[in-house]
């Protein structure tokens, strides 16, 4: 009787732990087709996009000043 007990109360826990994360991720990925939710998502990506633009920018004057060099010193 005591095994039952305690194979029975495993899996019920088990099985209410497993339900609630079901749920949280379900609701987290609701959120992104909410307008809060598509806000944060364009604003992640702008910001990512930025961030790109200045190291490309930055890579190309430092190879523009590499090539000034190069063919200023011939």
Do not use: C
């Amino acid at each position: 009787m005591f095994k039952r007990l305690i194979w029975f109360s495993s899996g019920a826990v088990s099985g209410a732990a497993g339900g609630w994360y079901i749920k949280r991720r379900i609701h987290q990925k609701l959120r992104r087709f909410t307008p809060g939710g598509a806000r944060e998502l364009a604003v992640a990506r702008a910001k990512r996009t930025t961030a790109d633009a200045k190291i490309a920018l930055a890579e190309a004057r430092r190879l523009a000043i590499d090539y000034k060099k190069q063919n200023s010193a011939s």
